[in-house]
């Protein structure tokens, strides 16, 4: 009944943009976390940002200052938008949801590739 998907991957120049948004659908109650993982070839998945319920923001330190989260309630709708790209950010993106009583979905992910 939940869906989390994904959009706005693709290739891009290292120093490049891209703006990822996960649209969700299906009725999701009591979120206390929204955020953005990712997981690259050989790598374990890794929190990239959230967002938690009242707004506050979390970054990994290797997106600080390139990354920014954000959501809009009104279309059910989070995003990632990311700068100043880097090889090293390639990874497979997840959109991921939490919630109480504890809840944890996820999208299908996204492709993101950043080449040199």
């Known amino acids: 009944q939940v869906q989390l998907v994904e959009s706005g991957g693709g290739l891009v120049q290292a120093g490049g943009s891209l703006r990822l948004s996960c649209s969700t659908s299906g009725s999701i109650f009591h979120i206390t976390a929204m955020g953005w993982y990712r997981q690259a070839p050989g790598k374990q998945r890794e929190l990239v940002a959230a967002?938690?319920?009242?707004?506050?923001?979390n970054y990994a330190d290797s997106v600080k200052g390139r990354f920014t989260i954000s959501r809009d309630n009104a279309k059910n709708t989070v995003y990632l938008q990311m700068n100043s790209l880097k090889p090293e950010d390639t990874a497979v993106y997840y959109c991921?949801?939490?919630?109480?009583?504890?809840?944890?979905?996820w999208g299908q992910g996204t492709q993101v590739t950043v080449s040199s």
């Open positions: 991921n949801v939490k919630g109480f009583p504890v809840y944890d979905y």
């Open positions: 967002v938690i319920s009242g707004g506050g923001t």
